[in-house]
């Protein structure tokens, strides 16, 4: 079964960057599309974007786009998001998820996606 690993979470200043690495094991990326979201204490989790091999660019929520890049490194078997201009409001415990496919507009509803990590803490304040 394919197994999710996140990583990069912290405790970044407000303007700042961070970068977070979900670790995909075989044979994920070559049949699943990896989905990240978010999850902020009191509220329901939601969907930041969609990467997939079979989509010729990725998909993202429009509360980040613009702000957040997702890419995939098949080679080292990660998928990355890329988070710039972070906001207070950005703070939440951040997961990957897969899903059997590619990216589409089911993609931004988590009841969608099979296999999740465990999250990674990201903590946006000065």
């Known amino acids: 079964q394919v197994q999710l690993v996140e990583s990069g979470g912290g405790l970044v200043q407000p303007g700042g960057s961070l970068r977070l690495s979900c670790e995909v094991s075989?044979?994920?990326?070559?049949?699943?599309?990896i989905g990240w979201f978010r999850q902020a204490p009191g509220k329901e989790r939601e969907a930041l974007s969609c990467i997939s091999k079979f989509n010729t660019e990725p998909l993202y929520a429009d509360s980040v786009k613009g702000r957040f890049t997702t890419s995939r490194d098949a080679v080292k078997k990660m998928v990355y998001l890329q988070m710039n201009s972070l906001k207070p409001e950005d703070s939440a415990v951040y997961y990957c998820?897969?899903?059997?496919?590619?990216?589409?507009?089911?993609?931004?509803?988590?009841?969608?996606?099979?296999?999740w990590g465990q999250g990674t803490r990201v903590t946006v304040s000065s």
């Open positions: 998820a897969a899903e059997a496919g590619q990216c589409y507009s089911g993609s931004f509803d988590e009841t969608n996606y099979d296999l």
């Open positions: 075989e044979p994920g990326l070559d049949y699943y599309a």
